[in-house]
């Protein structure tokens, strides 16, 4: 899910990526309504690869005190057909960012914020009850994966 603010607009967009049904929804809150399109590509996990070489270890923020600094881990490495360079915290291995290098859209940078460990609402992995009869439109559109969906937000 995303928001935002754009030349004085909001926007918002969900999408819903279920790898194992090769489907995507794009869910549409506002006037409970879901589109459903095709997706390729494979589930790549949030994890630091075994084989993943450490970059560096840094305090962001502050070392001046107690709990005015962040001790985090840059790793890098490779992907199947991507590049990565990813910053996690010490503790706990949560996502900091993370940027990929893929041939298609070059370099793409995601930042983490306000990061809860484990699911709050297990229910948000579902396609809402509104989204139960959309369907896929056979042949009209062309399968997306994650960067796409990124880039070519309508």
Same mark, same amino acid.
């Given at each position: 899910?995303?928001?935002?603010?754009?030349?004085?607009?909001?926007?918002?967009?969900?999408?819903?990526?279920?790898?194992?049904?090769?489907?995507?929804?794009?869910?549409?809150?506002?006037?409970?309504?879901?589109?459903?399109?095709?997706?390729?590509?494979?589930?790549?996990?949030? &994890?630091?690869?075994?084989?993943?070489?450490?970059?560096?270890? &840094?305090?962001?923020?502050?070392?001046?005190?107690?709990?005015?600094?962040?001790?985090?881990?840059?790793?890098?490495?490779?992907?199947?057909?991507?590049?990565?360079?990813?910053? &996690?915290?010490?503790?706990?291995?949560?996502? &900091?960012?993370?940027?990929?290098?893929?041939?298609?859209?070059?370099?793409?940078?995601?930042?983490?914020?306000?990061?809860?460990?484990?699911?709050?609402?297990?229910?948000?992995?579902?396609?809402?009850?509104?989204?139960?009869?959309?369907?896929?439109?056979?042949?009209?559109?062309?399968?997306?994966?994650?960067?796409?969906?990124?880039?070519?937000?309508?």
């Amino acid at each position: 899910m995303e928001l935002g603010t754009y030349e004085n607009k909001t926007f918002s967009y969900d999408f819903l990526l279920l790898y194992r049904e090769a489907t995507v929804y794009e869910i549409h809150r506002h006037n409970r309504t879901c589109n459903k399109r095709p997706l390729k590509g494979d589930f790549q996990p949030m &994890v630091i690869p075994k084989d993943a070489s450490l970059l560096g270890q &840094v305090i962001l923020g502050s070392s001046s005190g107690p709990g005015e600094g962040l001790l985090v881990n840059t790793w890098t490495g490779d992907l199947p057909r991507k590049q990565f360079m990813s910053t &996690v915290t010490e503790f706990g291995c949560i996502p &900091v960012s993370t940027v990929f290098h893929t041939d298609q859209f070059g370099w793409v940078l995601f930042s983490y914020f306000d990061n809860v460990i484990g699911i709050l609402d297990p229910d948000e992995l579902n396609p809402p009850a509104y989204c139960q009869h959309a369907e896929m439109k056979a042949g009209d559109e062309e399968p997306v994966d994650f960067f796409s969906l990124f880039n070519n937000k309508h």
